[in-house]
Nanobody, 123 residues
Framework: QVQLVESGGGLVQAGGSLRLSCAAS????????MGWFRQAPGKEREFVAA????????MYTPSVKGRFTISRDNAKTTAYLQMNSLKPEDTAVYYC????????????????WGQGTQVTVSS
């Protein structure tokens, strides 16, 4: 079992930055690939970024590439999502997820989820 707790969300103006954190706890949490997903009101949950167990492989959805950076600190069993140049369309609840195995952008491949953190970008 892995438990995930997100933090770092908030309200920011367009063009600003936020850093989300996902603290993982539980048995061998460093054996898990980590992903970030988001869900805006009235929309389906969508993939944002993911990182492999060792951190050597990262994936991004095209709309955030060059603006967002995913990373992880395995010593602290924490994953991060640095979000720069934020846009109003980035407004959503952001969820951290974990899975054993290879990194992927498919939400249904992740077995563990956090409770989500709200990110609101004003224009």
């Amino acid at each position: 079992q892995v438990q995930l707790v997100e933090s770092g969300g908030g309200l920011v103006q367009a063009g600003g930055s936020l850093r989300l954190s996902c603290a993982a706890s539980g048995r061998t949490s460093t054996d898990y690939a980590m992903g970030w997903f988001r869900q805006a009101p009235g929309k389906e949950r969508e993939f944002v970024a993911a990182i492999s167990r060792g951190g050597g492989i990262t994936m991004y959805t095209p709309s955030v590439k060059g603006r967002f950076t995913i990373s992880r600190d395995n010593a602290k069993t924490t994953a991060y999502l640095q979000m720069n140049s934020l846009k109003p369309e980035d407004t959503a609840v952001y969820y951290c997820a974990a899975r054993r195995g290879a990194v992927t952008g498919m939400a249904n491949e992740y077995g563990y989820w956090g409770q989500g953190t709200q990110v609101t970008v004003s224009s």
